[in-house]
């Protein structure tokens, strides 16, 4: 169906989830557009400073083993990520709390082996959200990332886990959740 | 039937199913939902958000104030203020506000409202540690906090689970906290355990009272793990008689059961162990780093503050001094921890021997309020994390160990083997 298109940042192994969303903003509102001001303020010190990340203007990150680690379960993370424009996710692997939360937002965390060592920072992707395929266009190199699970795709269908709820109540299928 | 673990067993039974596989999506039905104070008015503005005005129980969504209590600026006594009212607003019948509260993982076993079988979440990730009485505790986000209070349920990917066997015997001066850094650095901080469940068992696990349990639970959020969990048994039915919230009954796994992998520690081995600053999986024996030098000793948190941890604390610093280049602060996990090492004097020995006691909250294991760290500080503490900024500064180095360590070191003034404490 869709292909996006987009410029890549390229993650080393563990971004923690409290460097993408620095301590001070730990008791902030949830809000996406202010959360990206910061994001990634403790993962890089070209990223440490008002709109960092956001004037970067990548459209995906590209990260190894353990992407948003470390234990901390805020949605700041993840709302930080999508305002400042992240349309996906690609690593070898996720921690689980964040992996939730990205679920419940809508913003696809996708497994792909080995993506980050196809790729530099700045390169343009075209990733197929239908078969998975990642393409790097500078090079030409394809990369197949999991399948997204039909429950993940209906709840980003609906812009996220509280709007795929607001929706089931509103129809009277909420009692049917199983 | 097809066997299954402890932890498949719960999604299973929770979620009106005979059986669940690893890697299943299922919706769940929650036993108990906590909250606190610094998420707690986001999840009740998202829960309104859903169209809907009344939790799904009053009695089983659990406000706690922790992380914020008491307020040490206006921002967070504003932000106090308006969790009393959103609370109040929705009738909450279990409020653990100031003057009656505690770390709300604490809380939630102490007070009965998580039990054996069932699953409990929490928007906090330590809400692993309710794995010690056989529940499965989980940590979530906001948004699973605001759905789960509206229709009860949270959707859950069934775990694989890996099988931990402890046998041996605990030696003198080793506790749980021990064994849970030494599995750290056996199994690596956020490495292979990543989204596994942890099944605790073994002669060494049943030797372990409920404050051990926790304390192991814990710290699997740390091994990146979804759960951790130690079936209930006869420890588990003493604990829970006259607290219990709800009625519950015996669950384990089956023989057969299906594992990723099985692992086997003897805990006749474990000595008392020490994680480096910065980094939770760099453990080491404590005989590696006897003599460091430090200037701060803390034990409380979610990990190490019960009366079972006190106990330990008071043997060793009885008729003892902190050495006077150490500042210690002690918080208890709760106001009903509190009031037991009171009445048992153990907090009299600690201030005895100069040790500052303030009142139960998360204080500064995160960074927030009562004794954070600042430039150049050395701690000694018997929280659950390490990581530069943790505590406060950057600049300061965080040792993580047991409180029995903390307790011997703090008299000397640098890292020190409490099994050598009756030789000076």
Same mark, same amino acid.
């Given at each position: 169906?869709?292909?996006?298109?987009?410029?890549?940042w390229?993650?080393?192994?563990?971004?923690?989830?409290?460097?993408?969303?620095?301590q001070r903003?730990?008791?902030?509102?949830?809000?996406?557009?202010?959360?990206?001001?910061?994001?990634?303020a403790?993962?890089?010190?070209?990223?440490?400073?008002e709109?960092?990340?956001?004037?970067?203007?990548?459209?995906?990150?590209?990260?190894?083993h353990?992407?948003?680690?470390?234990?901390?379960?805020?949605?700041?993370?993840?709302?930080?990520?999508?305002?400042?424009?992240?349309?996906?996710?690609?690593?070898?692997?996720?921690?689980?709390?964040?992996f939730?939360?990205?679920?419940?937002?809508?913003?696809?965390?996708?497994?792909?082996?080995?993506?980050?060592?196809?790729?530099q920072?700045?390169?343009?992707?075209?990733?197929?959200?239908?078969?998975?395929?990642?393409?790097?266009?500078?090079t030409?190199?394809?990369?197949?990332?999991?399948?997204?699970?039909?429950?993940?795709?209906?709840?980003?269908?609906?812009?996220?886990?509280?709007?795929?709820?607001?929706?089931?109540?509103?129809?009277?299928?909420?009692?049917?959740?199983? | 039937?097809?066997?299954?673990?402890?932890?498949?067993k719960?999604?299973a039974?929770?979620?009106?199913?005979?059986?669940?596989?690893?890697g299943?999506?299922?919706?769940?039905?929650?036993?108990?939902i906590?909250?606190m104070?610094?998420?707690?008015?986001?999840?009740? @503005?998202?829960?309104?958000?859903?169209?809907?005005?009344?939790?799904?129980?009053?009695?089983r969504?659990?406000?706690?104030?922790?992380?914020?209590?008491?307020?040490?600026?206006?921002?967070?006594?504003?932000?106090l203020?308006?969790?009393r009212?959103?609370?109040?607003?929705?009738?909450?019948?279990?409020?653990?506000?100031?003057?009656?509260?505690?770390?709300?993982?604490?809380?939630?076993?102490?007070?009965?409202?998580?039990?054996?079988?069932?699953?409990?979440i929490?928007?906090?990730?330590?809400?692993?540690?309710?794995?010690?009485?056989?529940?499965?505790?989980?940590?979530i986000?906001?948004?699973?906090?605001?759905?789960?209070?509206?229709?009860?349920?949270c959707?859950?990917?069934?775990?694989?689970?890996?099988?931990?066997?402890?046998?041996?015997t605990?030696q003198?001066?080793?506790?749980?906290?021990?064994?849970?850094?030494?599995?750290?650095?056996m199994?690596?901080?956020?490495?292979h355990?990543?989204?596994k469940?942890?099944?605790?068992?073994?002669?060494?696990?049943?030797?372990?009272?409920?404050?051990?349990?926790?304390?192991?639970?814990?710290?699997?959020?740390?091994?990146?793990?979804?759960?951790?969990?130690?079936?209930?048994?006869?420890?588990?039915?003493?604990?829970?008689?006259?607290?219990? @919230?709800?009625?519950?009954?015996?669950?384990?796994?089956?023989?057969?059961?299906?594992?990723?992998?099985?692992?086997?520690?003897?805990?006749?081995?474990v000595?008392?162990?020490?994680?480096?600053?910065?980094?939770l999986?760099?453990?080491?024996?404590?005989?590696?780093?006897?003599?460091?030098?430090?200037?701060?000793?803390?034990?409380?948190?979610?990990?190490?503050?019960?009366?079972?941890?006190?106990?330990?604390?008071?043997?060793?610093?009885?008729?003892?001094?902190?050495?006077?280049?150490?500042?210690?602060?002690?918080?208890?996990?709760?106001?009903?921890?509190?009031?037991?090492?009171?009445?048992r004097?153990?907090?009299?020995?600690?201030?005895?021997?100069?040790a500052a006691?303030?009142t139960?909250?998360?204080?500064?294991?995160?960074?927030?309020?009562?004794?954070?760290?600042?430039?150049?500080?050395?701690?000694?503490?018997?929280?659950?994390?390490?990581?530069?900024?943790?505590?406060?500064?950057?600049?300061?180095?965080i040792?993580?160990?047991s409180?029995?360590v903390?307790a011997?070191?703090a008299?000397?003034?640098?890292?020190?083997?409490?099994?050598?404490?009756?030789?000076?």
């Amino acid at each position: 169906m869709a292909k996006i298109t987009g410029k890549c940042w390229v993650a080393s192994d563990y971004v923690m989830a409290y460097d993408i969303i620095i301590q001070r903003f730990w008791t902030s509102p949830i809000d996406k557009a202010e959360n990206a001001k910061w994001v990634m303020a403790g993962v890089a010190e070209e990223f440490n400073r008002e709109n960092g990340f956001v004037e970067g203007g990548f459209t995906f990150i590209v990260a190894a083993h353990n992407f948003a680690g470390g234990g901390k379960s805020i949605e700041h993370v993840v709302a930080g990520l999508m305002g400042a424009g992240i349309q996906a996710v690609f690593a070898n692997s996720f921690s689980r709390l964040q992996f939730r939360n990205a679920i419940n937002y809508g913003l696809p965390f996708i497994t792909c082996r080995d993506l980050a060592k196809g790729c530099q920072t700045g390169d343009e992707l075209e990733w197929d959200t239908e078969s998975g395929t990642v393409l790097n266009l500078r090079t030409g190199e394809a990369f197949h990332s999991v399948p997204v699970a039909p429950f993940v795709a209906d709840v980003a269908a609906e812009g996220g886990l509280m709007n795929f709820i607001r929706n089931k109540i509103a129809d009277g299928s909420i009692h049917e959740l199983h | 039937m097809i066997p299954m673990t402890i932890t498949e067993k719960i999604m299973a039974l929770n979620s009106g199913r005979d059986k669940v596989v690893p890697g299943q999506l299922v919706w769940v039905d929650v036993h108990s939902i906590m909250t606190m104070d610094y998420l707690g008015e986001q999840c009740f @503005k998202q829960f309104r958000s859903l169209g809907v005005n009344e939790v799904f129980d009053k009695e089983r969504v659990i406000c706690v104030s922790d992380h914020l209590v008491p307020p040490p600026n206006e921002q967070f006594a504003t932000m106090l203020n308006r969790w009393r009212q959103i609370v109040k607003e929705h009738e909450i019948a279990y409020f653990y506000d100031l003057g009656r509260q505690g770390i709300a993982h604490q809380i939630m076993v102490e007070q009965g409202h998580v039990l054996p079988g069932k699953v409990s979440i929490g928007t906090d990730s330590h809400a692993n540690t309710y794995g010690a009485v056989g529940a499965v505790g989980n940590a979530i986000g906001v948004t699973d906090a605001a759905v789960a209070m509206a229709t009860g349920k949270c959707w859950f990917r069934v775990p694989e689970s890996v099988k931990f066997v402890i046998k041996g015997t605990w030696q003198p001066y080793v506790m749980a906290k021990d064994l849970s850094l030494h599995i750290m650095g056996m199994m690596h901080w956020n490495g292979h355990l990543i989204y596994k469940t942890l099944e605790f068992t073994g002669e060494a696990i049943e030797a372990l009272d409920m404050a051990g349990r926790m304390t192991l639970c814990n710290m699997t959020v740390d091994l990146g793990a979804k759960n951790g969990i130690v079936a209930p048994d006869a420890v588990t039915q003493a604990y829970l008689s006259g607290v219990a @919230k709800g009625d519950w009954e015996m669950i384990a796994s089956d023989p057969d059961a299906h594992y990723d992998a099985v692992y086997e520690v003897d805990v006749t081995n474990v000595g008392p162990t020490v994680a480096l600053p910065d980094k939770l999986d760099d453990t080491v024996p404590v005989e590696k780093v006897v003599g460091r030098k430090f200037n701060k000793a803390f034990v409380g948190t979610c990990t190490n503050g019960r009366v079972e941890d006190f106990a330990v604390m008071a043997e060793i610093l009885e008729g003892k001094q902190i050495h006077r280049d150490v500042n210690m602060i002690v918080v208890p996990a709760s106001q009903a921890v509190y009031l037991e090492a009171l009445k048992r004097g153990y907090l009299q020995t600690l201030v005895e021997a100069g040790a500052a006691i303030d009142t139960p909250s998360c204080a500064a294991c995160a960074g927030i309020h009562t004794g954070v760290a600042g430039d150049g500080d050395i701690v000694l503490s018997a929280g659950n994390r390490n990581m530069k900024g943790r505590m406060g500064s950057k600049n300061a180095q965080i040792y993580l160990t047991s409180p029995a360590v903390v307790a011997a070191s703090a008299i000397r003034g640098e890292i020190t083997d409490p099994r050598e404490t009756g030789t000076y």
